[in-house]
């Protein structure tokens, strides 16, 4: 289907909203802490969760690191949305052109693009611009560069021209097109950097916050379809090294975090049990009680987190030995 017909076909099926979202961190000091977000397409739900718990009790943190569902959910952050994240998701989450492998077969790519980074945004519930390209917060989208085989690490300075950079984070391999930007090939960055803790720690921050979107019982196993990824990343070969080892990366950074957030270097969020939403869900019950989970769990920790922002922040190891 020709994309102009799509976009006609799109806004001829809705009307535009007039939901208003206050620009939230307006009147808020900012705190000197680094926000780590880990994707998870839908399991993203989460994460609108705890941030709009954040937004709701007047947390700011200075940098957002997110990663695919992650980046999207801090671009909301960024621009002081609550609510926007989980009310943009179950409005749309039923439509085929929004998130499905109809989108795929369509279009090219799962995640509608076209749907979700103009008509939502610009036509059917309008993003603020302004107020992200305004905020004392500023985020980095973390996508995989194919050719490098390594971590892409991008700060958002404006929020529309840097849009592609949105879209490369949470591209996902097979189901999605290469996001050619800034002279490189990037796909979503939990190929090469999942949590990416590392990458916090090295910018010299003391204190970091990290929102996993998985149970700390949650181990990743082996992906098997690496030989359908083998055959489409071939000319690729150190980002088809990364996507098979990806498995043992994950779980590495998964431990690492508990780990440091046992002896006080980070905070960590997670969901209390393995979480049962698809990528690609469409159940928006489902999708509610996991936003549901996130603020519930948020609050639960919440003094506990205040007293970690709050204490002396003990001197930092080499960020290569973190892990």
Known sequence: MDSHTLKE?????????????????????????????????????FTAGVLDCFMDRGLFCERVIGVSAGALMGYNYVAGQAGRGCYVNLKYCTDWRYLSLKSFVRTGNAFGREMSFDVIPNVLDPFPYEAFDASPMELIAVSSDLVTGEADYHRIRDARADVPYLIASSSMPLVSEIVEVGGRKLLDGGTCDSIPIVYSMATGASKHIV?????????????????????????????????????????????????????????VIRPDKPVEVASMEKDQGKLLALYEEGVAVTTRVWDDLMAYLAAPAPADPAPETLL
């Open 211 to 267: 929102v996993c979107t998985q149970d700390a019982g949650y181990v990743k196993g082996p992906n098997k379809l690496m030989p359908v990824l083998d055959r489409r990343f071939a000319d690729y070969p150190l980002f088809v090294d990364r996507l098979a080892n990806r498995h043992f990366e994950y779980n590495r950074a998964s431990r690492g975090v508990d780990r440091l957030h046992e002896e006080g270097r980070a905070f």
């Open 9 to 45: 076909e799109i806004e001829a099926d809705y009307q535009p909203a007039e939901v208003d979202f206050p620009v939230a961190w307006r009147g808020h000091e900012v705190t000197r802490a680094n926000l780590v977000l880990e994707g998870g397409a839908m399991r993203g739900l």
